[in-house]
């Protein structure tokens, strides 16, 4: 593409045709402030923070939509733009809550820091909207009136997910994003994957924050606290504490963990690897049957949400095996139980999660291991990061530690389910050695690597030509099934993720402005299998073990008792003909 020359606050540069003012200021170096913009999602010059002047132009202009144009002269510090920011800012102001302080975004919020730089003060009457909280949902609290009708939220549902929960009601002044007729959100087709939570600016809608539960059995302690950190997290968490997007972690956090007072510190990998051998079994189990085919990976509670409410149809092909973190607190409070000579009843197991469904995925009643639940609570990478900030443990200075022992060993394999096509690759890596007993001469599968929406591969199964397909993000994820509805596409084995990038992107991640944060994040994650000594699930010695003293061999009825589940279609025509028949 073409470069094109512009003048900004009277210097010139040469910038890419075709881009932003704000692109080119962002390339440039130039501070522009924004809100309702953000680099992955598209731009709509709602909020007007970003506006500019344009030299000919006789109104201000929105940079965030503005395209450069040869030979244009652009201004963004003159005090006409200085106090139409501070203007257009001190109008929300006055229809924004004061409660900074119990906020759970107070310090992660773009609007206090906007308000902060630019000085802001409270000129205009307060009008505080009316808006009850939405606690309905498990996973994600919405409180509209901290909105700042950015409308991220409802781009990010639709642009990403494909989900349109959210549109804008009313206009102007009193618009807010709302769902249809206003309904709770866990009444709408919502499948909890929180993007909308993690585009928000500020504090109007969250993840559903259970900090303070345990801070209480931290405090109290009458349990052993147990304590699991999935793949995505160590390549995330470091953004909490100001370190580059993509920095490996893992040893911190661990450390970290252990500063707040969890007895054992385990790792979901080690049920990463566990996941492998049932779900990869399964696969080879439907080989030799003849189907159901596809088959789809269960491991997203977020794509499961969507299956039994807008894709009944595919329940049957989903993979029974749960999800990794449900696996392990399964393992925690039955085998491990034991091994400590504890009951269950007093284990108390978190998983740190980048996920928001993982929330909801804790209370269905399938995951229950006898009358408990196998996971007590679930935190997002965002509220761990709070969490230890609340203690004032510092992070960056602490020293590298290990997971404990047995349920902290894991492969490489493993460390891919953070990121899309991660679960696709690791099965197939178990698959192929165990089904045909044969070593694979080349570990990686680069063909289901990447950040395509939909990718596909041709696998050479000993003869037999495998079709595997891989989506993620929402959007694309439906338009995948609607092909394989209309009999346009044939596959074997699919994965899902539901956020855009997999487990990386994940709905409890950082938030970040960083347009490339997930490639970093990919990259660390691969780095992480790359120097892993074992990269293959099957491998893993304390897999072996687990299952030489107590589950036997995969997909025993020990392993479909406690690694398995069920579905339930959950969508609305089910709903309204159970309806008309009660």
Not at 133 to 151: F, H, M, N, T, Y
Not at 297 to 312: D, F, G, H, I, R
Not at 442 to 448: D, G, L, M, R, Y
Request: glycine share 8%; with cysteine.
């Amino acid at each position: 593409m073409a470069n094109v020359k512009i003048e900004i606050n009277g210097k010139t540069y040469e910038v890419p045709a075709g881009i932003t003012i704000l692109e080119a200021c962002n390339q440039t170096g130039i501070y522009v402030p924004t809100l309702c913009n953000h680099p992955r999602l598209e731009p709509t010059g709602a909020c007007r923070v970003c506006v500019i002047e344009v030299e000919g132009a006789r109104n201000l202009q929105p940079a965030c939509v503005t395209k450069v144009q040869d030979g244009m002269k652009v201004r963004t510090n003159t005090s006409r733009v200085m106090n139409a920011v501070k203007f257009n800012l001190a109008l929300l102001l006055s229809r924004h809550p004061k409660d900074c302080m119990t906020c759970y975004s107070n310090g992660k919020c773009e609007f206090q820091d906007l308000i902060y730089l630019y000085d802001v003060k409270d000129i205009f009457p307060s009008e505080i909207r009316s808006e009850s909280v939405d606690l309905s949902s498990p996973a994600v609290v919405r409180d509209l009136e901290k909105c700042v009708v950015c409308g991220r939220c409802v781009r990010a549902c639709s642009e990403l997910q494909g989900m349109d929960i959210y549109s804008m009601v009313d206009r102007g002044y009193e618009a807010l994003p709302q769902t249809a007729f206003e309904m709770p959100l866990y009444e709408t087709d919502c499948i909890s994957c929180g993007q909308c939570s993690a585009f928000c600016p500020v504090g109007a809608i969250t993840e559903n924050v259970n900090i303070r539960r345990v801070i209480e059995e931290l405090e109290k302690h009458d349990k052993v606290l147990v304590v699991q950190t999935a793949p995505a997290t160590r390549v995330a968490l470091g953004e909490e504490f100001g370190m580059e997007a993509g920095s490996i972690s893992t040893g911190k956090m661990v450390a970290a963990l252990r500063r707040l007072g969890f007895d054992y510190v385990f790792d979901t990998n080690f049920a990463a690897d566990l996941t492998i051998m049932e779900e990869g079994s399964e696969f080879l189990e439907r080989l030799k049957k003849g189907g159901p085919f596809p088959m789809f990976t269960s491991c997203c509670p977020a794509w499961v949400n969507l299956a039994e409410k807008l894709y009944p149809q595919f329940l049957k092909n989903l993979s029974s095996a749960k999800s990794p973190h449900q696996m392990l607190g399964s393992v925690i409070k039955s085998y491990f139980a034991k091994k400590i000579n504890v009951s269950p009843e007093k284990i108390f197991v978190v998983s740190i999660m980048p996920c928001t469904a993982k929330k909801d995925d804790i209370i269905r009643p399938q995951h229950m291991v006898g009358n408990l639940p196998a996971v007590d609570v679930v935190l997002t990478t965002r509220e761990l990061g709070k969490l230890i900030k609340m203690r004032k443990i510092p992070y960056a200075s602490l020293p590298e530690e290990n997971y404990d022992d047995p349920l902290g060993e894991s492969t490489g394999a493993a460390a891919i389910f953070g990121v899309t096509g991660g679960v696709m690759e690791a099965a197939l890596r178990t698959a192929y050695e165990l089904g045909l007993g044969k070593s694979l001469s080349k570990i990686e599968f680069a063909s289901v690597r990447g950040l395509g929406g939909v990718r596909e591969a041709t696998i050479d199964f000993d003869g037999k030509q495998l079709r595997v397909a891989i989506a993620h993000g929402g959007a694309n994820v439906r338009k995948l099934l609607d092909k394989i509805i209309k009999g346009e596409v044939y596959y074997d084995f699919i994965e899902i993720m539901a956020c855009p990038g997999g487990c990386i992107g994940g709905g409890g991640q950082p938030k970040s402005l960083d347009k490339d944060v997930l490639v970093k994040r990919m990259e660390a994650i691969y780095t992480i299998d790359e120097k892993s000594v074992l990269r293959k699930s099957h491998e893993n010695p304390s897999i072996k073990k687990l299952y030489e003293e107590f589950l036997e061999h995969p997909l025993s009825h020990v392993s479909h008792k406690l690694l398995h589940t069920t579905y339930v279609d959950r969508s609305r025509k089910k709903v309204s003909l159970t309806a008309m028949e009660v």
